[in-house]
């Protein structure tokens, strides 16, 4: 159980590419914000194993934070198991993956695409 480093590129067009990469079962992504760009997808892949499942969390508060788990836009939770891509529905300060499930194989990437604002 770890927090995992994000690496963020800047796509152009006012487009930003956060990734978390290798999580496994148990692992955190370190939080990321920057939330005037207010379109979000998250891309979720990689070895889910045996249970494995990625939550999309937010949080409105500044360190130390409570997490919540966001949604998509028809209102379901960002419960992730198996290879998807969604868009965000909430706008918030901080988001993180987090791997709450899985077996020694779950290794798994998150790319959050942020578009807009400024």
């Not at 995992?4 to 990469?21: F, H, I, P, Q």
């Not at 889910?48 to 409105?60: A, K, L, P, Q, R």
Request: charged fraction near 20%.
């Amino acid at each position: 159980m770890s927090i995992v480093a994000y690496t963020m590129k800047d796509t152009g067009r006012g487009a930003t590419l956060v990734s978390w990469e290798g999580l496994k079962q148990g692992d955190t992504g370190a939080p990321f914000s920057l939330p005037h760009q207010n379109d979000r997808s998250v891309h979720v892949k990689g070895t889910f194993g045996v249970g494995g499942t990625c939550i999309i969390e937010g949080s409105n508060e500044l360190v130390p934070a409570t997490y919540a788990t966001l949604n998509d836009p028809q209102g379901n939770i960002l419960s992730i198991t198996a290879e998807k891509i969604e868009v965000v529905l909430e706008n918030v300060l901080g988001v993180r993956p987090r791997i709450s499930a899985g077996d020694g194989t779950t290794v798994v990437d998150v790319y959050l695409l942020l578009v807009g604002g400024r």
